[in-house]
């Protein structure tokens, strides 16, 4: 392979961090201003970085409404994570699987139904959860999110499980299993991949959605840490400080599940993206 | 062991006609080669065998009881495909045993046979390692170990060699035959390759634009080709095949003449093999031509001539080599001739 000339070369590295910067300065942002004390984010002129850093904000930060709130985000994020990926999974073998001409009507639906904006679909869901007397509950919020990351799931899962040889299906129900048992044994654990990369996905639209949570939720012990972010900005001021590092507090479960399971996540993305 | 019977079996793809009516028993432990190009309806055969493909039409029996609709795990047949498909995600050992766990053999008895089957083909040492970490020729074993784990009624193979280098290909070829013959197992492999065909078999089945060509053993598919196709298809290198007339008790080519004795009238294709054609020089010779090109092949010398606006191949010793461009003759042995219908290449008998 030819080396790019030394000149093109800085000039790309100096464009990626400068992409890598403007990405990356709500975040610093973000950090540095959950470090100053409470009168120095409005300080004339702007300090890039707190003169005094203090983790007052953090300790503020750690109310004990945190626990409740992490609680629930953790209960409707995990469980929403379960009950997708197991259904994306099973929809997904389906839909990579069936050659029926019915089958492409129906993932083209699935395609659509992800396309309509959560403002859009809030009220009308709001109203049946309303007629089945689920508001302020844990199942409200797992049932809408449920409904709005299936799409996008499916779809991913689709594209991996397209990319397993179905020659591995086949000489397992030849050497005697049958399709639940081919399900189980061969495609789940080859899907692996797929499934976590579908999972981090709908971890990270759960953990962080604000708007279902708070049109469903109505009481304190019912909030997700989201919401619960409202809880810094009052009638009279928001505290910023703490309103920062509660976003860093919030950050890091997603910043260090996507860390670690990244390459999953690229992979689940593209699989599929070449072919069919 | 079992025998299989197609009755008019045929598959479609929509306008596609992969497989038109296709008639075959298989006898008990024999080895059954479906020979063709690809596209030719084989690959498709088997798999309606192994029940991994529906038919459109006919009917498949294995031991006279019909199989159409029955699933594939309840066939009692096993197959290796080309890619292997081998287990990842399972150690060598538990991709053997995978066939005898799904049918609920106790571990104990399935350790036992996991190993038997791997020392059959020689894999003892390796059945912790993952398919990953294997060598092709030993996951080929590894799929072989896996048909032959349990006692199926059937082995199907489909290319199981071609994946393989040369050499170690020649070797599986031998290791393969000799399993097979021990084990006696009715077995159908498909192949393109008719090197495969012709060592392997016990009957080739030649297949080709969805119809069966020939049904023989390698022998008579060899020596008594049933049309030019297969006279085109088996050997290495192929038949000569040489378009004419037969007039006066000859055959008649613009590049020379071939006496033939008690043959039919009209137009013909004429075909010889290689090694039953000589050279000679162009005054004793029934075909005259230029030499095209000469190749030692080490036990022999595969010359072609430029014979008209074709080239005719000959096979003559390894010291026989001719220089390009030569004026040449080729012999014919009369006795050792093919002949076949100009129009749909039919074989003509020519002898009683």
Redesign the interface.
């Known amino acids: 392979m030819r080396r790019a000339p030394l000149a093109r070369k800085a000039a790309l590295v100096a464009a990626e961090l400068a992409v890598a910067a403007f990405v990356l300065v709500p975040f610093f942002w973000m950090v540095s201003v959950s470090l100053k004390p409470p009168d120095e984010p409005f300080a004339i002129p702007a300090r890039l970085w707190p003169q005094d850093p203090t983790f007052e904000n953090y300790i503020a930060a750690f109310r004990p409404e945190f626990r409740t709130y992490f609680l629930n985000s953790l209960v409707v994020s995990l469980t929403s994570v379960a009950i997708t990926v197991g259904l994306a999974l099973v929809a997904a073998y389906a839909f990579s699987r069936t050659k029926l001409l019915i089958v492409s009507g129906l993932l083209a639906l699935v395609v659509l139904a992800q396309m309509f904006p959560h403002a859009a679909i809030i009220i009308p869901i709001y109203k049946m959860m309303r007629a089945g007397d689920l508001l302020n509950t844990y199942a409200s919020l797992i049932i809408a999110y449920v409904s709005v990351t299936l799409p996008v799931a499916i779809w991913m899962l689709r594209g991996f499980l397209k990319g397993l040889p179905q020659s591995l299906e086949e000489a397992a129900s030849i050497d005697g299993a049958g399709p639940f048992r081919v399900f189980r044994e061969i495609v789940v654990p080859l899907a692996r991949p797929g499934i976590i990369a579908t999972a981090v996905y709908v971890l990270i639209v759960t953990w962080q959605e604000f708007l279902f949570a708070l049109s469903f939720t109505s009481t304190r012990d019912m909030r997700t840490l989201p919401v619960g972010m409202n809880d810094f900005i009052g009638q009279y001021g928001i505290r910023y400080g703490e309103l920062m590092a509660s976003s860093v507090l919030i950050s890091i479960p997603v910043v260090a599940v996507f860390y670690v399971l990244q390459r999953y996540f690229v992979a689940g993305i593209t699989a599929g993206a070449v072919k069919g | 062991m079992a025998t299989v019977t197609l009755n008019k079996l045929g598959k479609r793809f929509g306008a596609l006609v992969a497989l038109e009516a296709l008639d075959l028993a298989i006898e008990d432990g024999e080895f059954l080669v479906l020979l063709g190009p690809s596209g030719c309806g084989k690959t498709t055969t088997m798999r309606m065998i ?3 493909e529906e038919p459109t039409s006919g009917d498949i029996l294995i031991d006279g009881t019909r199989v159409n609709g029955i ?3 309840d ?1 009692d ?3 290796v ?3 292997y ?1 081998l ?3 399972m150690t060598v050992g538990e991709n053997i045993g ?2 005898l766990k ?2 609920g053999v106790d571990r104990a008895e399935r350790l036992r046979k996991v190993e038997a089957a791997a020392a059959q083909v020689e894999l003892s040492g390796l059945l912790l390692r993952r398919p990953a970490e294997l060598s092709g020729g030993q996951r080929q074993r590894v799929a072989l170990a ?1 048909a032959i784990v349990r006692t199926p009624r059937l082995f ?1 193979m489909d290319e199981p060699l071609s994946n393989l280098d040369a050499k170690l290909r020649t070797v599986m070829r031998a290791e393969l035959k000799h399993l097979q013959q021990s084990l006696g197992t009715t077995t159908i492999y498909v192949t393109h390759d008719q090197v495969e065909a012709m060592t392997l078999a016990d009957r080739i089945v030649v297949l080709h634009e969805a119809r069966i060509q020939q049904v023989g053993t390698p022998h008579e598919v060899y020596t008594r080709p049933a049309n030019t196709f297969v006279a085109g298809f088996i050997g290495s290198p192929p038949m000569n095949l040489l378009a004419g007339e037969i007039r006066d008790g000859a055959f008649r080519h613009a590049a020379g003449t071939v006496p033939l004795a008690a043959a039919p009238r009209g137009e013909v294709v004429l075909g010889a093999r290689p090694e039953d054609l000589a050279l000679a020089a162009p005054a004793d010779a029934h075909l005259t031509g230029t030499v095209f090109s000469s190749e030692l092949l080490g036990d022999s010398t595969l010359v072609n001539v430029a014979i008209g606006d074709g080239l005719v191949a000959v096979k003559v010793g390894p010291d026989e080599g001719q220089r390009v461009g030569a004026a040449i003759g080729v012999r014919v042995a009369p006795a050792k001739t093919h002949l076949f219908a100009a129009e749909g290449g039919r074989r003509l008998e020519t002898q009683p």
């Open positions: 192994a029940g991994l699933h594939a795990r066939r047949l096993a197959m495909f080309q890619n498909a287990y990842p995600h995978y066939p799904v049918r896996r199907l």
